[in-house]
């Protein structure tokens, strides 16, 4: 699917056909994150219409991003939330998955000539080419790739009071900062606060469903964008977009902006707001 042509949008009212590109920088989400005068954290997921953002690789190597659900249209408003980003929060299983070659890219995000648009977006707004990495990992099991070990991004590595000293240590001279958020494991306000420190408004996560977890535990999730691919899959093992213990406090969010997108089998991107 290519990523021209127009989408419709339904919510809010009037219902209208507005082009597919820019429909997320329409959102600006940095303005939202200066009103907040605090870190405004996002999340984002593709999934099925069972509920499928993951399914078993055929070769037993764990989960993937199922190959018919994934699709440029919905990669390239990916990347319009990834490009208003001060930090992205990944995770030490992204890496190893990235190491072996079975990840997705967002670690060159922009790096691809139809997102050249995106890189001037940046490049206007006096930002720094790619946004910052955070890794949320409690056993600091996985390797730095090249591209984040030699380049000039800015990489923070988050992780917990038990965390094996010396491997903080190594992966301090990799990558300069190491960060306790937790004791026994990350927690969401002590991501947030720590991301607040660091001088980090705009975050968009791009981490997996205990990550997502972990965010609406402490209630630090502002936003939710979704795309619901009109297919079922089925399967025994999969992922859904959000995996962990029942939540002490349920997190509810308003539909702030719904769109259907007929291109394929049709899908729908759909934007949710914490209520507060």
């Given at each position: 699917?290519?990523?021209?042509?127009?989408?419709?949008?339904?919510?809010?009212?009037?219902?209208?056909?507005?082009?597919?590109?820019?429909?997320?920088?329409?959102?600006?989400?940095r303005r939202l994150a200066e009103a907040a005068g605090r870190p405004y954290v996002v999340?984002?997921?593709?999934?099925?219409?069972?509920?499928?953002?993951?399914?078993?690789?055929?070769?037993?190597?764990?989960?993937?991003?199922?190959?018919?659900?994934?699709?440029?249209?919905?990669?390239r408003l990916f990347q319009e939330l990834a490009v208003q980003a001060d930090l992205i929060?990944?995770?030490?299983?992204?890496?190893?998955?990235?190491?072996?070659?079975?990840?997705?890219?967002?670690?060159?995000?922009?790096?691809?000539?139809?997102?050249?648009?995106?890189?001037?977006?940046?490049?206007?707004?006096?930002?720094?080419?790619?946004?910052?990495?955070?890794?949320?990992?409690?056993?600091?099991?996985?390797?730095?790739?090249?591209?984040?070990?030699?380049?000039?991004?800015d990489v923070v590595i988050f992780t917990t009071e038990e965390s094996d000293p010396a491997?903080?240590?190594?992966?301090?001279?990799?990558?300069?900062?190491?960060?306790?958020?937790?004791?026994?494991?990350?927690?969401?306000?002590?991501?947030?606060?720590?991301?607040?420190?660091?001088?980090?408004?705009?975050?968009?996560?791009?981490?997996?469903?205990?990550?997502?977890?972990?965010?609406?535990?402490?209630?630090?999730?502002?936003?939710?964008?979704?795309?619901?691919?009109?297919?079922?899959?089925?399967?025994?093992?999969?992922?859904?977009?959000?995996?962990?213990?029942?939540?002490?406090?349920?997190?509810?969010?308003?539909?702030?902006?719904?769109?259907?997108?007929?291109?394929?089998?049709?899908?729908?991107?759909?934007?949710?707001?914490?209520?507060?």
């Open positions: 699917m290519s990523d021209a042509g127009p989408v419709t949008r339904l919510v809010p009212q009037p219902a209208a056909t507005v082009p597919l590109r820019g429909l997320y920088l329409e959102h600006d989400l999340a984002n997921f593709v999934t099925s219409l069972d509920g499928r953002i993951a399914v078993a690789r055929t070769d037993g190597t764990g989960l993937t991003v199922p190959s018919n659900i994934a699709n440029d249209r919905d990669w929060i990944s995770s030490g299983r992204y890496l190893r998955d990235y190491a072996a070659g079975r990840a997705q890219e967002i670690l060159r995000v922009y790096d691809d000539p139809q997102f050249k648009d995106l890189r001037i977006w940046r490049a206007d707004r006096g930002l720094p080419a790619q946004p910052a990495l955070a890794i949320i990992s409690g056993s600091l099991d996985f390797p730095i790739p090249a591209v984040l070990a030699d380049g000039d991004r491997r903080i240590c190594e992966l301090e001279r990799q990558t300069g900062r190491v960060i306790i958020a937790g004791a026994q494991q990350v927690t969401g306000r002590g991501l947030v606060d720590a991301i607040a420190s660091l001088g980090y408004r705009t975050v968009y996560s791009a981490a997996g469903p205990q990550v997502l977890h972990m965010l609406l535990a402490d209630q630090v999730l502002d936003r939710l964008y979704l795309t619901q691919v009109g297919r079922l899959l089925g399967g025994a093992s999969f992922s859904s977009i959000v995996e962990g213990g029942l939540l002490e406090r349920p997190v509810d969010m308003r539909l702030h902006s719904l769109t259907y997108d007929a291109a394929g089998v049709g899908q729908l991107f759909m934007c949710y707001e914490r209520l507060t």
